[in-house]
């Protein structure tokens, strides 16, 4: 390995990184990460840092699972790469669909493979409006998300995001996408209950539906639980108001699972936690672990049917990809062996629950909010009034993540909301360690702040 600064050099010399002002992290050097096992990360200086977000919400069985480097290199040595395209399959891929479908809610049991999420979303995109117009209704084309949502950066699923500053960047969203708001009680909901509130938001979608016209509506697209948003846990009452909305409309429902599948919510899929039926599920993310990058869309069988009758002109040269396929099996397969959702549902999400609601009696915290193996806390000045900073929006949220990643936890903000999703393997004993640099962090920030 070369020494840091020359490697920070080279990186702010060719290397131009996602979502960054490239010009800034020069300025500051990247931090270098050499190795990770367990929950831990370590940097190019030695420090052990704990991971808080599991990567980008997907290392869900944790850091330096040997037997997934194994897997991978005997597939890699038995058959590194052959498509799906032309008639052909493969092992690895065939029995992951079977084994994704198995996990899945009984109607869905068609697997669209892809490199990623956003990849996927794009596979949604097409094939609705392919589905629609398979089924003579071709002017059903307009897919309606949220706003503030995150469906991934291509143009197609940057399209479905909602958000603005990716939009205002490169002409999106492409047309036909149309985006409503979202249930975000703490920041929107002003005297609303949560319960109304949640009502209220669900039925924008009806009045969408009626004003764009139904028979021009093709699909809904949601996560059940808003990661990249901010952590945004629903009302009771939403989900339950738009599945009857998409079933009385007859809109297709995609629940967007990049980061909830795969157990982050304590159950296999986010779709069960909030107790809805969709159409098409997006994956990716904890689908590996992070270990490989693959992606798709699971599909009912009342989709796959009209679909499977044509040809569907969409795919990726890594669809299906054998030793991503190979490496998703076997990440699935310690989920299941080790019993990760048992674990989940009572050991670690009870105590980052404990952990995380504890945080509420600091002065700069308003609500905290979980669901499973995903949290978040708003910062605010006044947790009576859910005032929100009179500084920039995100400068807390972003002083309070410097802070975090100064005393070693990575914590993400978005705007001056605090999120959580470390990998599910987590103990009890790394959780109340992960508390304490939380804290530390919030006080530090809290007196930047102050001062
Ligand atoms: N959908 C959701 C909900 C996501 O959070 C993400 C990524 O964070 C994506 C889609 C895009 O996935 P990818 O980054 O693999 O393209």
């Given at each position: 390995?070369?020494p ?61 699972r ?118 975000n ?21 009806e ?36 599945q ?24 296999w ?108 806390l ?9 005032a ?10 972003y ?13 993400r ?39």
């Amino acid at each position: 390995h070369l020494p840091t600064a020359e490697l920070q050099a080279l990186d702010a010399a060719h290397h131009m990184h996602p979502f960054t002002t490239n010009n800034e992290l020069a300025a500051k050097g990247a931090r270098i990460i050499t190795r990770a096992d367990g929950v831990y990360l370590t940097d190019s200086e030695g420090n052990h840092i704990m991971d808080g977000m599991a990567g980008l919400w997907c290392v869900n069985i944790g850091y330096g699972r040997g037997e997934l480097a194994d897997v991978a290199a005997r597939q890699m040595r038995e058959l590194p790469f052959y498509n799906t395209f032309f008639m052909t399959s493969h092992a690895p891929v065939i029995a992951l669909a079977a084994k994704i479908a198995e996990l899945a809610p009984a109607h869905l049991n068609h697997v669209f493979f892809a490199g990623s999420g956003s990849e996927a979303n794009d596979t949604n995109i097409r094939m609705v409006r392919t589905y629609w117009t398979q089924k003579g209704k071709p002017s059903k084309s307009i897919i309606i998300s949220r706003k503030n949502a995150y469906h991934g950066s291509s143009v197609g699923s940057g399209s479905l995001g909602g958000m603005t500053p990716m939009h205002a960047q490169g002409g999106l969203p492409i047309p036909d996408i149309h985006h409503i708001d979202q249930p975000n009680w703490w920041a929107e909901g002003g005297s609303a209950t949560p319960e109304d509130f949640g009502l209220q938001r669900a039925q924008e979608l009806e009045k969408a539906i009626l004003e764009l016209g139904e028979d021009r509506v093709a699909a809904f697209i949601a996560e059940p639980i808003q990661g990249a948003g901010g952590v945004i846990v629903p009302p009771s009452t939403y989900w339950p108001e738009i599945q009857r909305i998409c079933d009385k409309y007859e809109i297709l429902l995609i629940a967007d699972e990049v980061i909830c599948g795969f157990g982050r919510t304590g159950e296999w899929f986010g779709s069960t936690t909030v107790g809805i039926k969709p159409d098409i599920m997006t994956i990716a993310k904890g689908l590996s672990s992070g270990y490989q990058p693959i992606g798709g869309s699971i599909v009912s069988d009342e989709v796959a049917e009209v679909m499977n009758a044509c040809e569907f002109n969409h795919g990726y040269t890594y669809s299906g990809h054998p030793v991503a396929s190979a490496v998703a099996l076997e990440n699935l397969r310690i989920m299941e062996d080790e019993s990760l959702l048992d674990h989940v549902r009572n050991v670690a999400a009870p105590a980052l629950a404990e952990m995380w609601h504890g945080l509420g009696d600091h002065p700069m915290v308003g609500e905290t909010k979980i669901v499973g193996m995903m949290a978040s806390l708003a910062l605010t000045p006044d947790k009576d009034s859910r005032a929100k900073f009179a500084a920039d929006a995100g400068t807390a949220g972003y002083m309070t993540r410097e802070r975090s990643f100064a005393n070693n936890l990575i914590m993400r903000h978005v705007y001056d909301r605090m999120v959580i999703s470390p990998p599910l393997i987590i103990t009890p004993e790394e959780i109340t360690e992960m508390g304490k640099r939380a804290r530390t962090a919030l006080d530090e920030s809290y007196a930047q702040i102050k001062e």
